[in-house]
């Protein structure tokens, strides 16, 4: 796992704020212009997701969002519904209800550690 934005998204839990996903990938030398460096951050928030799950700890990549929208990337939804976090119908509002949820799930879990 990419310690160094783990830390990062560990700041912002604490913190209670929100990453773009260009300051994530300036964190490890990314460039999210790169369509092949943007899917090597899916692939450490993917790694960090799936570690994050085997110990019972809310979805912490719901923090980083994309400068364009507010919100994350289709990324994290997939990886969502493969740990079977997301279910039910592949719709934005479902979509945008489940991040809402997920995020004050993460500040909830994180205050005060």
């Given at each position: 796992?990419?310690?160094?934005?783990?830390?990062?998204?560990?700041?912002?839990?604490?913190?209670?704020?929100?990453?773009?996903?260009?300051?994530?990938?300036?964190?490890?030398?990314?460039?999210?212009?790169?369509?092949?460096?943007?899917?090597?951050i899916?692939?450490?928030?993917?790694?960090?997701?799936?570690?994050?799950?085997?110990?019972?700890?809310?979805?912490?990549?719901?923090?980083?969002?994309?400068?364009?929208t507010?919100?994350?990337?289709?990324?994290?939804?997939?990886?969502?519904?493969?740990?079977?976090?997301?279910?039910?119908?592949?719709?934005?509002?479902?979509?945008?209800?489940?991040?809402?949820?997920?995020?004050?799930?993460?500040?909830?879990?994180?205050?005060?550690?």
């Amino acid at each position: 796992m990419n310690e160094v934005v783990y830390a990062r998204l560990l700041e912002k839990a604490r913190s209670k704020g929100l990453v773009f996903y260009q300051e994530v990938g300036s964190l490890v030398g990314l460039d999210m212009g790169s369509p092949d460096d943007r899917n090597r951050i899916a692939d450490i928030l993917d790694e960090i997701e799936r570690c994050e799950d085997a110990e019972g700890r809310p979805m912490i990549s719901a923090l980083v969002v994309r400068a364009d929208t507010d919100v994350p990337g289709a990324g994290f939804f997939k990886c969502a519904r493969e740990l079977g976090k997301l279910s039910g119908p592949d719709k934005e509002e479902s979509r945008l209800a489940f991040w809402c949820d997920e995020v004050k799930r993460v500040y909830g879990y994180w205050a005060g550690r």
